[in-house]
T-cell receptor, first 112, second 113 residues
Framework: AQSVSQHNHHVILSEAASLELGCNYS??????LFWYVQYPGQHLQLLLK??????LVKGIKGFEAEFIKSKFSFNLRKPSVQWSDTAEYFC??????????FGSGTRLSIRP | SQTIHQWPATLVQPVGSPLSLECTVE??????LYWYRQAAGRGLQLLFY??????ISSEVPQNLSASRPQDRQFILSSKKLLLSDSGFYLC????????????FGPGTRLTVL
């Protein structure tokens, strides 16, 4: 069965530190990959997505993610985080047009 | 533009009482619709999804059911709530094409006492 693993449950960083959040999925076929973000008190919203083409995907607010097919990974990165990046981040995988499976989420706390 | 509504925003119900949470989408037709439960540290658990009126797929066996009486209406129900049904319920929609980006509603916080 399809699954998504986010191994970091809570990450705490200082402002200007670099960020990498891990995401691994299990599915042997073609997948679409997403990162969603939920800022405190706000709706879940799309950060970035990968369907095909360049495996390095740029998203909003300076985030990027790299799809490494051989590692079944889609890690999220940002070179320099800000206090406003404090949020919960969810990786998701879609192997069909009907449903998406989400990871358990990573809570990111940024010290000002 | 498309919008998604959920109500109520919060609900407190006694154990054994029925439940009905409603989700409606505006500005699109024939969307895929989803119900998720979000629990701290457990992410989003897909409960039900629907690709059309009257078509419901259940992902997790549980005390809940879903219905889609109209194209842009998705209802989450229970006949008798359990304490374990407490949680934050999110409705989402997608275009149902290969670009399956999902758009989420504001959620309903359900507390069962």
């Amino acid at each position: 069965a399809q699954s998504v693993s986010q191994h970091n449950h809570h990450v705490i960083l200082s402002e200007a530190a670099s960020l990498e959040l891990g995401c691994n999925y299990s599915y042997g076929g073609t997948v679409n990959l997403f990162w969603y973000v939920q800022y405190p008190g706000q709706h879940l919203q799309l950060l970035l997505k990968y369907f095909s083409g360049d495996p390095l995907v740029k998203g909003i607010k300076g985030f990027e993610a790299e799809f490494i097919k051989s590692k079944f990974s889609f890690n999220l990165r940002k070179p320099s985080v800000q206090w406003s990046d404090t949020a919960e981040y969810f990786c998701a995988v879609d192997s069909s047009a009907s449903k998406i499976i989400f990871g358990s989420g990573t809570r990111l706390s940024i010290r000002p | 533009s498309q919008t998604i509504h959920q109500w109520p925003a919060t609900l407190v119900q006694p154990v054994g009482s029925p439940l009905s949470l409603e989700c409606t989408v505006e500005g699109t037709s024939n969307p895929n619709l989803y119900w998720y439960r979000q629990a701290a540290g457990r992410g989003l658990q897909l409960l039900f999804y629907s690709v059309g009126i009257g078509q419901i797929s259940s992902e997790v066996p549980q005390n809940l059911s879903a219905s889609r009486p109209q194209d842009r209406q998705f209802i989450l129900s229970s006949k008798k709530l359990l304490l374990s049904d407490s949680g934050f319920y999110l409705c989402a929609w997608s275009g149902g094409i290969r670009d399956n980006e999902q758009f989420f509603g504001p959620g309903t916080r359900l507390t069962v006492l």
